[in-house]
Each structure stands twice: as structure tokens, then as C-alpha cells.
């Protein structure tokens, strides 16, 4: 199996030649595929509504598509999923609108109504680093108590395996069996700090063996890759297994809008990760085994560019800031200085610039 170190799994090389089993289907392909581009036109447009001051601080997903896509869509309808930050991908394939993505991100809205009309089973980002983390052990837990034939995917950074709650939530899992599926996204970088400078453990797979379970790791710019260790670690967690899966990826753009990465790391090493993008490599696989044509891909193209203008559009004409929302669901009963809390915020605050 080729391999750009030799213990990641890939399935298909970055010049799009197999090199492996191939589990998706050409239409699955071709969905895979699509929400990529989706994704990453998405991704262009937030960074310069930033830019122009039309949204709040980003955290850019570029170069971690084949990650983000390839694991949700790995999930069955009936699984939980915990996405980060970052992961504006991950929403969009597990089928939240994007008008919704750019209303949190206006700060007029959230990703997730508690209710769930939709049954999308995705919970809203956390900012604090690692916190999701017991809460997808807990969800998982319950799933398991309820009898339901469900697991819950964790997804999480590099930087998040230094915090306690990554190894609270990995030791649970171990002991309790969860149907939990961690889901680490190493892109190299926890803001400015190197992979290397971030753990002295040779990867981040192997940390699965001191809680007793297995740890995989695999090429995150390769989808067909992602799929099909998430696939297996999904079904191997409902058999009361967790698995740890470390993706190996990289961040092409900042760390958030706010951030300079030209004060930590050379361009060059960004250009070798260029070499190795997610999306290159599926339409290169695309056009060599199932007849993907140009004229297909100008079409794709098209189509994602309308998508994203009328999902900004839909997402600027909201109506209003719910204020009073962030108040809403912190305690079970209202907080006794919530009251004059919720005064002190003006009711149309003005997007940070
Ligand atoms: C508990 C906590 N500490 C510090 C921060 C500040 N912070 C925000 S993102 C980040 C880096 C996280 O890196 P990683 O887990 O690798 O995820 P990435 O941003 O690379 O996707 C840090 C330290 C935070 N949000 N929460
Ligand atoms: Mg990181």
C-alpha cells in the first residue's frame, strides 16, 4: 500500500491512482466530491466576508475537505456528531443549510435548534478546546443505555490532545465501552505550536493504547481513505469498541481570520502540502476511473459559486439578533444575575471588524 509515511493508510495517492479498496461507489464519489468544492468555495467566500467585515472571526478549513466530507459522510443518520470550530464541512454534509453556517457565524443564529426538527443528531462547536469531547462520550453512553444501535463521532484537533478533557473522554470510553468515535484532524498546527512541539509521542494513534483500545492512522487528504476507517471504527464502536483515528491533514489557510501563519511556518511547507490537496486528488481519481469531464466540472463549479451567493444572501437578510438567546439554555432556571445581565446587552450589537 503506498504510503507518504509508512504507517498512514491511503487508499488513493495524490496523483489519483488506486492503491487500495475502494468503498465508494462512483455516485458516492461524485457526492464526496461535490461537497468538497462546496465546502471550499464556502470556505473562499467566509475568509473574504471577513475581509469586508461582514462576518466575525473564521477559522478557515482549506486543505481538510477529504477530512471533514469523508468522516460525516461515514455517519449513518442514526449517529451523533460532534464537530469543532473548524468544521463548516462536516455541517454542511451531515446536511445543515448553509444560510444556517453563515447565521452562526453573523452571530444571528445557531447551527443547531435544541429541538432538532430535522433529526440531524450534529451538535453546535465548542470554543473551549477538547470540552465536546466527554460531552460525545456522555451522548454516546446514553445512546448505548437507551438501546440504540448508534455511535458518536468526536471530532477534534492535534492541540486538543493536551487538554484533560481529551483524556477524561478517552479513559471513560475505555472503561465503559462507549460507542464513541474520536476523530482527530491533526493539521500540524494548534495556532502556532508544530505537531512536534504539541505531544512527544511518535503519533497521535498510538495514545489510544493507554486506554486500552486501537488507534488508526490515516491519510486525511485522501476521502476514500477517511471513509473507510470511519465506516469500520463507526461499526466497530457500536459493538461497544471506541476507536481513536488520527487523520493526517494540513491547514493551507490561518489559523482564524485573525491570525498571520507567515510568523510561524514557510511557505514552502505549505506548497508541499499543496501538492497532496484533498480535491485534486478525488477529481483526478473522478476523471480516471468514472469519466468526470471538464465540462462536468465547470458545471460543479457553477453550481457551488450560486449556492454560496444565495446562501450569503439568505443569510444577510436575517431578521434581527436574538440577544436574549445566549442566555437562553446556560442553566436550567434563570440565573439570578442573568436578569441584569441580559440588560447590559444593546439589542442590535454591530458585527466585530
Ligand atoms: C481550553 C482552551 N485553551 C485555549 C484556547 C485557545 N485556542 C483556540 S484554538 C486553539 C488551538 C487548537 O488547536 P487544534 O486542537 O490543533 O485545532 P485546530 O485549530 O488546529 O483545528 C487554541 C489553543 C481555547 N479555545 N480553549
Ligand atoms: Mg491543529
Known amino acids: 500500500m503506498a504510503s507518504q509515511a509508512p504507517d498512514v493508510t ?3 495517492a495524490p496523483d489519483g491512482t488506486v492503491d487500495g479498496e475502494v468503498e465508494l461507489s462512483a455516485e458516492d464519489t461524485r457526492n464526496v466530491y461535490r461537497l468538497q468544492v462546496l465546502a471550499r468555495t464556502f470556505d473562499e467566500k467566509a ?6 467585515g461582514r ?10 475537505e477529504a477530512a471533514q466530507v469523508g468522516a460525516a459522510y461515514a455517519l449513518s443518520t442514526d449517529d451523533y456528531c460532534f464537530p469543532t470550530y473548524r468544521d463548516h464541512a462536516m455541517y454542511l454534509t451531515r446536511g445543515h443549510s448553509m444560510r444556517d453556517v453563515l447565521l452562526h457565524l453573523l452571530g444571528a443564529g445557531n447551527y443547531v435548534d435544541r429541538e432538532d426538527p430535522d433529526g440531524l443528531r450534529t451538535f453546535t462547536p465548542t470554543i473551549p478546546i477538547a470540552t465536546q469531547l466527554p460531552h460525545a462520550v456522555g451522548v454516546g453512553m446514553a445512546a448505548d443505555y437507551d438501546g440504540d444501535d448508534a455511535a458518536a463521532l468526536a471530532s477534534f484537533g492535534d492541540g486538543a490532545t493536551s487538554e484533560g478533557d481529551f483524556h477524561e473522554a478517552m479513559n471513560f470510553a475505555g472503561v465503559f465501552d462507549a460507542p464513541v468515535v474520536f476523530f482527530c484532524q491533526n493539521n500540524q498546527y494548534a495556532i502556532s505550536v ?3 512541539r504539541q505531544t512527544a509521542s511518535a503519533t497521535i494513534a498510538q495514545k489510544a493504547d493507554a486506554y486500552g483500545f486501537d488507534g488508526m492512522r490515516i491519510d486525511g487528504n485522501d476521502v476514500f481513505a477517511v471513509y473507510r476507517a470511519v465506516t469500520e471504527a463507526l461499526e466497530r464502536a457500536r459493538r461497544g469498541e471506541p476507536v481513536l483515528i488520527e ?14 501563519p507567515s510568523k510561524y511556518r514557510e511557505e514552502a511547507e505549505v506548497e508541499e502540502w499543496v501538492e497532496k490537496d484533498p480535491i485534486e486528488r478525488t477529481r483526478e481519481y473522478l476523471q480516471a476511473e468514472h469519466g468526470w469531464t471538464d465540462e462536468d466540472e465547470a458545471a460543479l463549479r457553477e453550481d457551488c459559486e450560486a449556492r454560496v451567493a444565495e446562501a450569503v444572501d439568505a443569510a444577510e437578510a436575517h431578521d434581527g439578533f436574538d440577544t436574549d438567546a ?13 436578569p441584569d445581565q441580559r440588560e447590559t446587552v444593546p439589542d442590535d450589537p454591530q458585527v466585530e471588524r
Do not use: N
Open 194 to 196: 508544530p505537531r512536534e
Open 247 to 260: 487523520a493526517v491533514t494540513y491547514r493551507q489557510g490561518a489559523h482564524t481570520t485573525t491570525d498571520d
Open 326 to 338: 445566549m442566555f437562553d439554555h446556560v442553566y436550567a432556571d434563570e440565573h439570578p444575575r442573568h
Open 47 to 52: 475568509v473574504s466576508l471577513h475581509r469586508q
Open 10 to 12: 491511503q487508499v488513493v
Open 55 to 64: 462576518i466575525g472571526t473564521y477559522a478557515p478549513l482549506k486543505g481538510q
